[in-house]
């Protein structure tokens, strides 16, 4: 419980929840009543939406959705942005912050550059946030403002990012911006790539996108010299984890409150390629001309629009429960969770399954058994900064990935480690069962017995739950009796 000394919470619109402060995160988000299972208990629109530069021509710049090759409305001025219809065409090109002249002309001008995939998307990301910041508008204020306000102050390694970045910048927007290089301003831009790292989700790619991409690169080897100037080989070692290429990106303003913690009470959903989803810009919403808003902020009535992010609870959340959501994949083991926190997220996760997964790694050898090979699943950064200048406190030293992680304490005050059953049980409850998918899977609806996974749609009932836990309660006793007559090598490699 916490002190009465803290500041007051503030409530959230829709009764559900309240940012508190928390001493050692920051901001945290908490429910104020009851939620059921499978309750939404956040639901909302995008501040800002980015297409993954590598994913240009078969993702809508204003809605996400992936397109396919016959339905691609392409943008003829710069040939780097596509959109689904008509109605996302007008949209996009007419909000300052979408695909307008300006930033059109910025994305030609950046192509011709040919620059790596991640730097061109770090560009991109500046882009729209300083289009944000120049347009006359409540509402781009009010986008700008909800970026500024996100958590995250940038390190020297953002800094001397900024510095690399503002003369392309300056390159790219040419004579969009008033003032030109000196203009802009460094520590603003340093600020702003820190925030996106942190609250960024990155969006994955339809499974028909990750096979486009997989066969053009393909015919890219073999023909040689590739159109673009992307990363190449550094993205190939992504894919045996599963289906982890991404889209794009999202920030959302409320969701960015959620704080990380390994094992997660809610699960995100979205909607990017849902037909049964409003598209976000419809012809009503683009006939008011003088930089009007195309995307509501506020939740649309009467449907959910499909660039909306929905997060459901896991179970069922008691009063004040602070809500937590895991940056990374489910599966990861202890110490590449560890170190994706640390180096994405500035932070060392003292989580209760982290503590409790540093006690076995101490005890026996299970800890090898979640393992997985490096795959980057987040919008992550190379640069690992020196200083982590975020709430570093809570990390005792750099723990490299190949040393052993000493055991974690629960910060004082805060909950200790997870039994271990407890820990097997939720993640065979709570992660997609579908091989190679490791989605987080919540009940579909309020009061519902199955379980939905947010990757792949994938449903199971609780019998065949069931069933699966039985099995694995009868392979863990053929583990053990494996063990006790000294056979070891069974216990490790398979986890189901
Ligand atoms: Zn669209
Ligand atoms: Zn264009
Ligand atoms: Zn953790
Ligand atoms: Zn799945």
């Known amino acids: 419980m916490e002190s009465a000394t803290q500041p007051p919470a503030m409530p959230l619109p829709g009764g559900t929840l309240e940012v508190r402060r928390h001493a050692r995160k920051g901001r945290s988000l908490h429910t104020t009543r009851l939620v059921k299972g499978g309750e939404v208990v956040l639901e909302e629109a995008p501040v800002l939406l980015l297409v993954a530069p590598d994913m240009s021509t078969n993702t809508c710049a204003t809605c996400l959705r992936a397109v396919g090759p016959q339905e691609c409305v392409g943008c003829s001025s710069c040939q780097q942005a596509c959109f689904c219809s008509p109605e996302c065409l007008q949209a996009g090109t007419s909000t300052p912050w979408v695909h307008s002249p300006p930033l059109c002309g910025a994305y ?18 500046l882009l729209h946030a300083l289009a944000l910041k120049h347009t006359q508008s409540p509402e781009a204020a009010q986008r700008y403002a909800a970026l500024l306000d996100l958590v995250g102050e940038p390190t020297a390694a953002d800094q001397a990012l900024a510095a690399r970045l503002a003369p392309v910048l300056a390159e790219a927007l040419a004579g969009a911006l008033p003032g030109g290089a000196a203009a802009l301003d460094l520590s ?52 045996e ?46 006939a008011s001309t003088s930089g009007a808003p195309a995307i509501a902020v506020a939740p649309t009535a009467g449907g959910l629009a499909s660039t909306h992010v929905v997060f459901r609870a896991l179970h069922d959340l008691p009063p004040g429960t602070e809500l937590a959501q895991s940056y990374v994949p489910l599966h990861w083991g202890l110490a590449e969770r560890q170190a994706q926190c640390r180096d994405v997220y500035g932070f060392g996760c003292t989580c209760p399954r982290c503590q409790c997964e540093s006690q076995w790694s101490d005890e026996e050898g299970e800890e090898s058994e979640w393992e997985t090979d490096s795959g980057d699943g987040g919008m992550g950064e190379e640069e690992v900064a ?23 304490m629960a910060p004082p005050g805060e909950e200790g480690p997870l039994e271990p059953a407890y820990l097997r049980l939720f993640l065979l409850k709570y992660m997609c069962p579908r091989p190679g998918c490791f989605g987080t899977a919540a009940p579909p609806a309020q009061g519902s017995s199955l379980l939905e996974c947010n990757v792949c749609g994938h449903r199971r009932s609780e019998q065949e739950f069931l069933r699966e836990l039985e099995r694995a309660q009868r392979e863990e006793r053929r583990a053990a009796a494996a063990a006790a007559t000294g056979g070891k090598g069974k216990a490790a490699g398979q986890r189901r």
Request: proline share 4%; with cysteine.
């Open 386 to 408: 020196g200083d982590d200048a975020g709430s570093g406190e809570a990390c005792n030293g750099e723990v490299e990935m190949e040393e052993a992680i000493g055991p974690i």
């Open 188 to 239: 603003e831009l340093a600020a702003l790539l820190r925030k996106e790292q942190l609250n960024s989700y990155g969006i994955l790619a339809s499974a028909a996108q990750a096979e486009a991409v997989r066969a053009a690169e393909a015919a890219a080897r073999q023909g040689g010299a590739s159109g673009s100037g992307r990363g190449g080989a550094v993205e190939q070692e992504e894919e």
């Open 241 to 286: 984890d599963g289906e982890r290429r991404l889209r794009g990106s999202a920030i959302y303003a409320q969701a960015s409150l959620i704080n990380h913690e390994c094992l997660p009470n809610v699960a995100r959903y979205d909607f990017f390629d849902d037909p049964s989803h409003r598209n976000p810009a419809p012809a009503s919403a683009s």
């Open 108 to 125: 030609a001008r950046l192509a011709a550059l040919q620059l790596p995939v991640e730097e061109a998307g770090q560009l991109r990301f």
